[in-house]
C-alpha cells in the first residue's frame, strides 16, 4: 500500500513539473502569439506629416516619452535636440515590476524597419524582434485608433533628426518577465469620430489621459481604475507626484469644472507671460507635460472635457506630492 502511494506521489509530481515546464516554455517561447507585420508602406505627405506632429507632440505625446525632458523647466519640455532620441527611465520606484528606457525612434534607429514592423509595435505591443513591449507604452490605446492616424504617427517619426542614442535593454522581474508576454494583443482600429459627437471625439483623444490617470497594481495598469488617479511619479529631484483623480466627482475629482475651467487650465501655458509657481531646480516640479497639451486644439480639449464628464464619478482622494524627506 506504501509503494502505491508513493508510486501515485511521484507521478503526481513528475506531472507537476510537467505542467510548469510546459507553462513557463509556452510563456517564453509561444508568446505573444501576434500576426506578422503586414506589408505596408506608408507614403509620407505633408498632410500625415501635419497630422503626425500634431498627434506625436500634443494628443499621443510620443515624444514626451521619447526624449530627454529638461526638469529644470515648469512641466519639463523635451530638450532641444533630443526629439525621438529615447533616454525616458522607468523602474521599480514608480510600481513598475522592472527598469527600461523609452526607446530611440529616431531613422538613426529605427531606419530599417518596415512600416508593417512599426505598425505592429505601435498597435501591438511587439518589437521587431518578436519581444513584447511593456505597457506603459499604450499601444492598447493606439491600437484603438484610426489606421490612417498611426500612418500619420510614423510618416512623422521617419522625418525626424537622426539621433545616436542606445539604451539598456529592459530588465523584467519574475514573474512580469513571462506575463509581460501575455499582454500584446492584436489591434482594433475604430474610425475617428465626428467631432460633433463630443463625448465619443474625446474618448477616442483621451488616450494619454488614462495611461497617466490610471494606477498601476501588478505592475500593469488597472483599467477597471481608468481615470482615478493614484500613479507615483518620481521626480529626479524633490520627491514624488501622484496622479490626480480626473472622474467627475465633485469633491476629489473635477466634477465641479467647467468646460472654460478646463480648457483654460490647458491653453494658459501657450501664454509667454504665464509664470508657474515653479521656478527652478529642486523645486517640486510637474509630471505632467503641460507645455506640450498646451498645442492641443481647443475643440479637442472641449470634447476629452465633454468625455471625462460622462464618466461616472469616483471618489478617491490622492496625496498631489511625497517629499524626499517622508
Known amino acids: ?95 513598475i515590476p522592472g527598469v527600461f528606457y ?31 513591449l511593456f505597457p506603459i507604452m499604450p499601444y492598447k490605446y493606439y491600437g484603438k485608433m484610426d489606421r490612417e492616424d498611426i500612418y500619420s504617427i510614423i510618416a512623422y517619426i521617419r522625418s525626424l533628426d537622426p539621433i545616436d542614442a542606445e539604451y539598456p535593454e529592459p530588465e523584467f522581474d519574475f514573474p512580469m518577465s513571462l506575463i509581460i508576454n501575455t499582454i500584446p494583443g492584436e489591434p482594433d482600429f475604430h474610425p ?62 473635477i466634477g465641479n469644472w467647467t468646460e472654460e475651467q478646463f480648457v483654460q487650465k490647458f491653453r494658459q501655458y501657450t501664454d509667454s507671460n504665464y509664470v508657474s509657481a515653479f521656478h527652478g531646480p529642486n523645486e517640486f516640479n510637474s509630471i505632467m507635460p503641460w507645455t506640450m497639451f498646451a498645442g492641443m486644439k481647443e475643440g479637442d480639449l472641449s470634447a476629452i472635457y465633454a468625455y471625462l464628464m460622462s464618466l461616472d464619478p469616483v471618489e478617491n482622494q490622492t496625496e498631489r506630492f511625497i517629499p524626499d524627506s517622508e
Open 1 to 95: 500500500m506504501k509503494k502505491i502511494v508513493l508510486r501515485s506521489l511521484l507521478v503526481l509530481a513528475i506531472l507537476l513539473v510537467v505542467i510548469i515546464a510546459g507553462g513557463y516554455l509556452y510563456l517564453s517561447k509561444a508568446l505573444p502569439d501576434i500576426e506578422a507585420p503586414e506589408d505596408l508602406t506608408v507614403e509620407i505627405t505633408p498632410e500625415r506629416l501635419e497630422r503626425g506632429e500634431y498627434l506625436a507632440h500634443h494628443v499621443a505625446l510620443c515624444m514626451d516619452c521619447h526624449s530627454v525632458r529638461d526638469w529644470d523647466k515648469f512641466g519639463a519640455p523635451p530638450k532641444p535636440g533630443t526629439l525621438g532620441g529615447g533616454g525616458e527611465l522607468f523602474n521599480r520606484e514608480m510600481g
Open 102 to 132: 523609452a526607446t530611440n525612434i529616431t531613422p538613426a534607429a529605427i531606419g530599417d524597419w518596415t512600416d508593417g514592423e512599426l505598425f505592429r509595435a505601435i498597435t501591438s505591443g511587439v518589437s521587431r524582434d518578436g519581444r513584447a
Open 192 to 253: 475617428i469620430p465626428d467631432p460633433k459627437n463630443k463625448v465619443a471625439y474625446g474618448r477616442y483623444l483621451a488616450g494619454a489621459c488614462m495611461e497617466c490617470h490610471t494606477p498601476f497594481e501588478n505592475g500593469q495598469p488597472n483599467f477597471e481604475k481608468a481615470f482615478q488617479g493614484g500613479t507615483m511619479f518620481p521626480l529626479p529631484k524633490g520627491g514624488k507626484v501622484i496622479s490626480t483623480n480626473i472622474t467627475p466627482d465633485k469633491e476629489t475629482g
